[in-house]
């Protein structure tokens, strides 16, 4: 079956430092989002992705599509605390009804 | 939290016993989800419904069961059949997914963390 997964599994980075974690489908996606769960709390949707190559920005963070829409990547610059959670990225099942997650970078930042 | 809610927060429950969880939504969406996930685990779906009265099942959907009788109302019973039941359990939901070619977000409650003693 369909499989998306995610390297690394961990990461520390003392604050300031760059984070990229990395996901990749067994499957060519349509689109793909990613979600961020602070500790404790519930996922939260970051941004989607459609075109292949696309490259998005939000402040701090940058949102990549590979060209074969079938890997994305997610990099932090400079991270902060704030940041610390895990990142989930997701794309359609091969119905189109559901969603496939990975199973999630954990990041961790020392102050 | 956008218009998800899930309750009670934290649940409690001794071995053998059925339990329901409630998720209720305003958002006006078709689709609802409920997911498990265990510590430092990702997410697997559990059931999805894309209309009232009608459910599927997801990939680890034994032992549990749900209704759809509205559209904003979407509980989850896990029953004394699911034999390692202690999770986080999160509820979702979406506007109804048109194929692939249309993304659509997932929008989740703040999740319902049950112990089985």
């Known amino acids: 079956g369909q499989q998306v997964m995610q390297i690394p599994q961990y990461q520390h980075v003392q604050e300031g430092e760059d984070f990229t974690t990395y996901c990749n489908s067994s499957t060519t996606l349509s689109n793909i989002q990613w979600y961020k769960q602070r500790p404790g709390g519930h996922p939260v949707f970051l941004i989607q992705l459609v075109k292949s190559g696309e490259v998005k920005k939000q402040k701090r963070l940058t949102f990549q599509f590979g060209e074969a829409k079938k890997n994305s990547s997610l990099h932090i610059t400079a991270t902060q605390t704030t940041d610390v959670g895990t990142y989930f990225c997701a794309g359609p099942d091969n119905y189109g009804q559901n969603f496939v997650f990975g199973p999630g970078t954990r990041l961790s930042v020392l102050p | 939290d956008g218009g998800i809610t899930q309750s009670p927060k934290y649940l409690f429950r001794k071995e053998g016993q059925n339990v329901t969880l409630s998720c209720e939504q305003n958002l006006n969406h078709d689709a609802m989800y409920w997911y498990r996930q265990d510590p430092g685990q990702g997410l697997r779906l559990i059931y999805y419904s894309q209309i009232v009265n009608d459910f599927q099942k997801g990939d680890i959907a034994e032992g549990y069961s749900v209704s759809r009788e509205k559209k904003e109302s979407f509980p989850l019973t896990v029953t004394s059949a699911q034999k390692n039941p202690t999770a986080f359990y999160l509820c979702?939901?979406?506007?109804?997914?048109?194929?692939?070619?249309?993304?659509?977000?997932?929008?989740f409650g703040p999740g319902t963390r049950l112990t089985v003693l």
């Open positions: 979702a939901s979406s506007i109804l997914p048109q194929g692939t070619h249309l993304g659509y977000t997932q929008y």
